[in-house]
């Protein structure tokens, strides 16, 4: 899977990158009884976490887990999620993290489309019950026994581990993951670690795809942890660092950009379920936050809440979150604030402008590239290599680019010559530096997370009430875009923005469904003459009335 020509510079220090049992053991070493990760119910360890993921790992290959198997981790961020990647990872397994969002039908799809054989999981996600899911997805899972599932709706799910599993005959409780079966003793367990090697694919990364579709971006051992070393430095994090972040460990910014990073330098990772502003002040000043790191509108809501004035925040001294750090760490104008463009495919950034807030003559950049990886911008139209200064698509090579998507032809993924088409539009100023200017297509970023518009049209259309539907992105100061949508209820039905998207919540993941909700005649919205919507104008439309406070 991997491109066509690899990078020179990454060919010659895949040499020296170690995979992650060697890896994990040097962090032990390094900083054996500093917490590594710490969650308001519990805490871990460097050297709890290397021995409870041995454990682990030892029942994972006593029920037939080994190099290759999918395993699906399906938790919130806390020391258990850890503890799977961990486990699956050392053994040579494919881990696969599931976005905790998904509602039952993503979850299947994505079930399926992965492959899952094995799954780790929480009987309990705040209000939801994924088990329920499952034997919803599968109801031949209410027959099935423990440790030989067998279902035509997901053929390759063979076992389940789950905390709160209640009386399901089907699940193992998670428990045993912690017995160390007798069968899988510590000799065997190192001599299938050293077979892991830095090449070997670790990681499945799912985001949204421009044609509906999740993607998955296949990351080696030495893909993921040469970039979160890269990651770590570039952001000059410290072993004596704890690091404070709301971002899921299922998507990349989560995994790599937060976790990997942080655990590769021996600093602490601070996690929370969920973000609840109050409880997470409490938390940073308990907890003596020295980073903090999310999506703007998190720094928002901490700066806005009664409690800040009364926490103790002094301890921080780094982060992106406007409003709860210092103006000089953290400017209030989002164009001087560092910055970097990455994607799931590149595993995070592949260019960044570094810790310090941006001068008036860098504003706006997104830096220069990482180290390793190359950029060309070519004309989107006709793949032509276009002039230095010259506006057009972002190509990337070398540095973290993934080995390739999950059941996807390396042709039809790559160009030639190893280049992968990002679809984003920009270009690279006098100084090397990226200037970015959106997505080609109609991708939606909202508050870090991919939105496929077509997927929430689906979703709309599936509803009785409306006959049809048109998502786009507009603009928002803190999450950068918002969903917004147009919809055309059928004739003499009756139903309000509120309905709606209460159904729609049952349907998607709450992030993807439409903060802006405008119902109207189709006579109104902007066709071409195609007879398709024309998108750019219905954009226009959208941002007016919602700068209007009209949707």
Request: glycine share 10%.
């Amino acid at each position: 899977m991997s491109p066509p020509t690899p990078n020179p510079e990454d060919r010659a220090r895949s040499a020296r990158t170690a995979a992650l049992p060697t890896w994990l053991a040097r962090r032990v070493e390094e900083h054996g009884p500093r917490d590594a990760v710490v969650a308001p119910g519990g805490r871990l360890s460097y050297v709890e976490a290397s021995a409870r993921s041995a454990r682990w790992a030892r029942t994972l290959v006593s029920g037939g887990v080994g190099k290759g198997t999918r395993v699906g981790v399906l938790l919130p961020n806390g020391p258990e999620w850890v503890l799977a990647w961990l486990a699956a990872a050392r053994i040579g397994a494919l881990v696969v993290p599931i976005n905790t969002f998904f509602k039952t039908r993503e979850l299947g799809w994505m079930l399926r489309h992965a492959d899952i054989d094995t799954l780790i999981c929480s009987g309990r996600l705040l209000d939801d019950d994924p088990l329920a899911r499952l034997e919803e997805l599968a109801p031949g899972l209410r027959t099935s026994r423990a440790g030989a599932l067998r279902s035509p709706e997901l053929p390759a799910l063979r076992r389940v581990f789950a905390w709160d599993a209640g009386e399901r005959p089907w699940v193992d409780p998670a428990r045993m993951l912690d017995a160390g079966p007798e069968d899988v003793d510590e000799a065997l367990l190192r001599a299938l670690e050293s077979e892991v090697v830095a090449a070997d694919p670790m990681v499945v990364l799912y985001s949204s795809g421009s044609t509906g579709d999740p993607k998955g971006a296949v990351h080696s051992h030495g893909n993921v942890l040469r970039q979160a070393a890269r990651l770590a430095r570039l952001r000059e994090l410290r072993s004596d660092d704890r690091v404070w972040s709301p971002m899921p460990f299922f998507w990349v910014g989560g995994l790599v950009f937060s976790l990997a990073s942080g655990l590769d330098v021996g600093a602490c990772l601070l996690v929370q379920e969920r973000f609840d502003p109050g409880e997470t002040l409490a938390f940073l000043e308990s907890e003596r936050a020295t980073v903090a790191i999310g999506w703007p509108h998190f720094g928002k809501a901490l700066a806005e809440h009664p409690d800040r004035p009364r926490r103790d925040l002094s301890a921080l001294r780094a982060g992106n979150l406007p409003g709860l750090l210092p103006a000089e760490i953290c400017p209030d104008d989002p164009e001087l604030r560092p910055n970097g463009l990455g994607m799931t495919e590149t595993c995070g950034p592949h260019t960044y402008t570094g810790e310090e807030p941006l001068s008036e003559a860098r504003r706006g950049v997104f830096g220069p590239a990482l180290p390793g990886v190359e950029h060309r911008i070519v004309d989107p139209e006709t793949g032509a290599e276009l002039a230095p200064g010259q506006r057009g698509e972002i190509c990337v090579r070398g540095g973290s680019l993934m080995q390739g998507l999950y059941k996807r032809e390396s042709a039809d993924v790559f160009e030639p010559d190893g280049f992968y088409r990002t679809g984003d539009a920009g270009f690279f100023d006098a100084k090397g530096e990226l200037r970015f200017e959106g997505r080609l297509g109609e991708m939606i970023k909202s508050a870090g997370a991919n939105v496929t518009p077509s997927e929430v049209e689906s979703a709309l259309m599936a509803l009785a009430e409306v006959e049809a539907a048109y998502v786009v992105g507009v603009s928002h100061a803190e999450r950068g875009e918002s969903v917004a949508a147009a919809v055309v209820l059928v004739p003499g039905v009756e139903a309000s923005s509120d309905s709606l998207r209460q159904q729609l919540r049952g349907e998607i993941a709450v992030y993807k469904v439409p903060r802006h909700l405008w119902l109207t005649r189709s006579d109104a919205l902007p066709f071409r003459d195609t007879g398709k919507i024309d998108k750019q104008a219905l954009h226009a439309m959208l941002e007016a009335r919602v700068g209007a406070g009209e949707i």
